[in-house]
């Protein structure tokens, strides 16, 4: 009677079946059937994810899987595409997008560059980690007048705050003004960089993107630095609770991004297939930093 009894319950609760469970499979490209790598994969409406590597392999494991969850997959170069978890056979394809990339005609000249949001000399404080979510966080830069004379982004200077050397994929949007959110990628490739050891302090990543050509939109751009779930950005964490003073070990992804504290807000962050923008409200409460809000520490570095 036990046994039978036992049959029952489980067929009852098939989501309890499909609980703890491994989804493996690999991202290819729909046109080529090459594969994808550095594609961030995550459960639909949960922080449950992970990255394909470099031959476009995935796994994701977790107690809170159901036939009834959809994976969804995000690449540069690729459309968002999410399909739920009974359909999937394996192999998922994901679509390539068209790109109009604007010829640019290049004359000698004198180089000259500019910087945008000048860091060197503000402070710059740690504060944005990830834990195991697949996200970008990114800072939105306005177009302004002076930015007439030097058009070309050449370099990107992202700081950190690393006690290991992080792996990042840089995502770069035009924005959409009135819509308020980033709307297209300006490049349709990885760009791939790694992080300084900085224990101590907060340090700029240099980031190369000349060879790109990219023309600061009128609208301003967004930048963006994507979180790669992959073992080689994994570290170790521990916390302890201040009320009772227990100890738990979490595991944290590189890189930690260095913030500064500004009058205005450019913070947004992509997380389960949206854009938010936590610079809508005051982030900082109490009544020195009231008013203020945390912006990711990157710079940028303009050139004619």
């Keep these: 009677m036990k046994k039978i009894t036992y049959i029952l319950i489980l067929l009852a609760n098939p989501i309890i079946l499909l609980g703890q469970q491994t989804i493996k499979g690999k991202i290819i490209d729909n046109d080529t059937n090459e594969p994808i790598p550095y594609v961030n994969i995550w459960v639909k409406n949960t922080n449950i994810g992970t990255t394909s590597s470099l031959q476009g392999v995935f796994s994701i494991r977790s107690d809170n899987l159901s036939d009834t969850c959809s994976i969804v997959c995000s690449a540069v170069g690729y459309q968002d595409t999410s399909i739920a978890i009974k359909n999937f056979k394996n192999t998922l394809k994901l679509s390539p997008v068209t790109y109009n990339i604007e010829e640019v005609a290049v004359y000698p000249q004198k180089k000259r560059t500019f910087i945008v949001n000048d860091l060197s000399d503000k402070k710059i404080g740690g504060g944005i980690m990830n834990d195991t979510t697949p996200l970008i966080e990114g800072r939105y830069f306005p177009y302004?007048?002076?930015?007439?004379?030097?058009?070309?982004?050449?370099?990107?200077?992202?700081?950190?705050?690393?006690?290991?050397?992080?792996?990042?994929?840089?995502?770069?949007?035009?924005?959409?003004?009135?819509?308020?959110?980033?709307?297209?990628?300006?490049?349709?490739?990885?760009?791939?960089?790694?992080?300084?050891?900085?224990?101590?302090?907060?340090?700029?990543?240099?980031?190369?993107?000349?060879?790109?050509?990219?023309?600061?939109?009128?609208?301003?751009?967004?930048?963006?630095?994507?979180?790669?779930?992959?073992?080689?950005?994994?570290?170790?964490?521990?916390?302890?609770?201040?009320?009772?003073?227990?100890?738990?070990?979490?595991?944290?992804?590189?890189?930690?991004?260095?913030?500064?504290?500004?009058?205005?807000?450019?913070?947004?962050?992509?997380?389960?297939?949206?854009?938010?923008?936590?610079?809508?409200?005051?982030?900082?409460?109490?009544?020195?930093?009231?008013?203020?809000?945390?912006?990711?520490?990157?710079?940028?570095?303009?050139?004619?």
Excluded: C, M
């Design 144 to 304: 302004k007048p002076d930015y007439e004379n030097y058009p070309y982004i050449e370099k990107i200077l992202i700081y950190t705050h690393d006690a290991k050397r992080g792996k990042l994929n840089l995502r770069l949007y035009s924005f959409d003004t009135l819509k308020v959110e980033p709307i297209k990628e300006l490049v349709s490739e990885n760009i791939i960089a790694k992080t300084k050891v900085s224990i101590f302090k907060t340090r700029p990543t240099v980031i190369d993107v000349s060879k790109h050509k990219i023309k600061f939109p009128e609208n301003g751009i967004l930048i963006g630095v994507e979180w790669l779930i992959i073992p080689e950005n994994t570290y170790k964490v521990t916390h302890t609770y201040a009320d009772s003073k227990k100890k738990i070990v979490k595991i944290h992804y590189a890189p930690d991004l260095g913030a500064t504290i500004d009058k205005q807000g450019y913070r947004y962050i992509y997380k389960q297939g949206n854009w938010h923008n936590p610079s809508a409200e005051p982030q900082i409460k109490g009544s020195k930093h009231s008013r203020k809000h945390f912006n990711p520490a990157i710079s940028l570095i303009l050139t004619n």
